[in-house]
């Protein structure tokens, strides 16, 4: 699988350039890729069919991703120092600890049940929840698991987490570049409150009515991107890297 450097700002050597997926230097090259700019950094990483569908015909993400597509992903994941889930992705889709940084689950009610966390990487699993929420964590992540992660309390609002106030507490935990993957609500709610500096957006070359849109049901106000990088696949398979022009990072 070949996949093409279309575009890349401030980089013009690289516009061009092909990489074969399975050539053990391209994890390499695609870290240099997708290098954060800045220490503090925070970005939404998602996947979305062209009809703006955040699921493929089973009802997950797995049916719109590809080998290409999961390259990138340990890549984006490679250069962070965690990734950022909602509860709600952990339970549909079984989420593993990444090999290369922690897994961080945003949680307000608790319930983590579904997970596929291996015990031996429970080290690296970070959960943020309410304080009420903190033994249903416990008792829902189970055993050795339970025992090894990390639990990070923060204010709630009834029970809903802020999401400034988890990236408040992650960076005082010192994680700092941080990817977050979704669900759609989490996306949304980050989006919402104006928290993100990079959308990493992979498009699958379908178009599906899933009924789920890849930002979530909740409205924001538009916020202006540039097109820093895009690559493309032997597929269609689109890999952009966008921009937010007022995003955290040129208000610091």
């Known amino acids: 699988m070949t996949l093409r450097v279309l575009h890349t700002t401030g980089r013009p050597l690289e ?13 390499g090259r695609l870290r240099d890729l997708y290098a954060p700019p800045a220490a503090t950094w925070t970005r939404l990483n998602l996947i979305t069919a062209v009809s703006g569908d955040a699921a ?12 290409t597509d999961r390259t990138i992903l340990a ?17 549909a889709e079984g989420y593993r600890v ?21 015990p031996e990487a429970a080290e690296r699993v970070v959960v943020v929840c309410p304080e009420a929420a903190v033994a249903e964590v416990r008792r829902t992540l189970g055993g050795d698991v339970a025992r090894a992660a990390t639990v990070l309390t923060c204010a709630d609002d009834s029970r809903r987490l802020e999401p400034s106030a988890v990236l408040d507490r992650l960076h005082a935990h010192g994680l700092l570049s941080l990817v977050c993957e979704g669900g759609p609500s989490l996306a949304g709610q980050f ?33 202006r991107l540039t097109l820093s990088q895009l690559l493309m696949d032997e597929q269609s398979a689109l890999y952009a890297r966008w921009l937010v022009e007022d995003g955290p990072a040129t208000r610091r």
Do not use: Q, Y
């Not at 890549?75 to 339970?91: F, L, W």
């Open 15 to 27: 516009t061009g350039l092909e990489l074969d997926i399975e050539h053990e230097a391209t994890p």
């Open 56 to 67: 493929g015909s089973d009802g997950t993400s797995e049916t719109l991703s590809n080998p």
């Open 75 to 91: 890549a984006i994941r490679a250069v962070a120092d965690g990734v950022v889930v909602g509860a709600a992705s952990v339970r």
């Open 98 to 118: 990444p090999k290369t940084s922690r897994l961080v689950v945003v949680t307000s009610s608790g319930d983590l049940s579904g997970h596929r966390m291996d």
């Open 191 to 223: 989006l919402h409150d104006g928290l993100v500096d990079e959308l990493c957006l992979s498009t699958s070359p379908i178009v599906i009515g899933s009924g789920l849109p890849v930002f979530g049901r909740e409205r924001f106000d538009p916020s």
